[in-house]
């Protein structure tokens, strides 16, 4: 995942470890990748340059690229060995960090950036939403996803004094909640939120969709997809919005 450099170190050794999940599931890539293709329209119109920040290991990349087929997409991380692992399935991965100098492409450059899963990751939100916005032409698309703190079953957690699902307290083991990996969540987002967040950032928040996630137990996936028609109560929240 795409980090800060003013992350401590164990934690950026915490996303350097090949064992820490990088990849969120098919359903949310490929419901994410049809609202970009929507946007950014056929590339026989026109070939979009699309920024993949915190690509991971590039399996969220090749689920979206049927459907963003002849868009150049290239897949940028902080992590070598997540890049190394991203070569398998994008033509094209560079190493960038949203601080430090920022991202290695010039203002304006890109037309679309996908963030998926990486917000809550960071310590700075703040600043990688302005590197974003700087390397976005005006109009351009933001495509960001985010696991959601008001989870239908997050809410009854919560009213049980369960620790909510996706939240975490160290980095070293699962306490007070149920699952059972460690994957570094530091912030956790509403719709409202999440929505208010972007707009402060500069863009004009279109669309907020809801998605499910991999990782609810099976007899619940029925309902969790059920759950997605309203996106304040979906697993993953997924927002599209437009630099302004």
């Not at 203002?107 to 990688?128: K, Y």
């Not at 306490?175 to 987002?189: A, N």
């Not at 402060?200 to 969790?224: I, N, Q």
Request: charge should be neutral; proline fraction near 7%.
């Amino acid at each position: 995942m795409t980090s800060t450099s003013t992350a401590p170190r164990d934690l950026r050794d915490f996303y350097e470890d090949p064992s820490v999940p990088v990849a969120s599931g098919d359903a949310r890539s490929l419901r994410q990748a049809r609202m970009l293709a929507d946007a950014i329209g056929p590339a026989t119109a026109r070939t979009s340059v699309v920024l993949d920040i915190g690509c991971g290991d590039g399996t969220a990349a090749a689920a979206a690229a049927p459907f963003l087929a002849g868009h150049r997409v290239v897949g940028v991380d902080w992590s070598q060995d997540a890049l190394k692992r991203a070569h398998a399935h994008l033509p094209y991965v560079v190493r960038g960090e949203l601080t430090d100098g920022g991202l290695p492409f010039g203002d304006g450059s890109a037309d679309a950036v996908l963030f998926s899963e990486v917000i809550e990751h960071l310590v700075d939100p703040d600043s990688a939403l302005d590197e974003l916005r700087r390397v976005l032409r005006p109009g351009g698309h933001l495509m960001l996803s985010t696991p959601n703190l008001a989870a239908w079953y997050n809410r009854g957690l919560l009213l049980a004094g369960v620790q909510p699902v996706f939240s975490e307290v160290s980095l070293r083991g699962i306490h007070g909640r149920p699952g059972s990996e460690v994957v570094g969540h530091l912030r956790l987002y509403t719709a409202r939120a999440l929505r208010e967040f972007v707009a402060a950032s500069g863009f004009e928040v279109v669309r907020l969709a809801g998605a499910p996630f991999h990782g609810v137990p099976r007899p619940l996936r029925a309902l969790d997809r059920l759950a997605c028609a309203v996106p304040s109560a979906s697993s993953i929240l997924l927002l599209h919005a437009r630099r302004t």
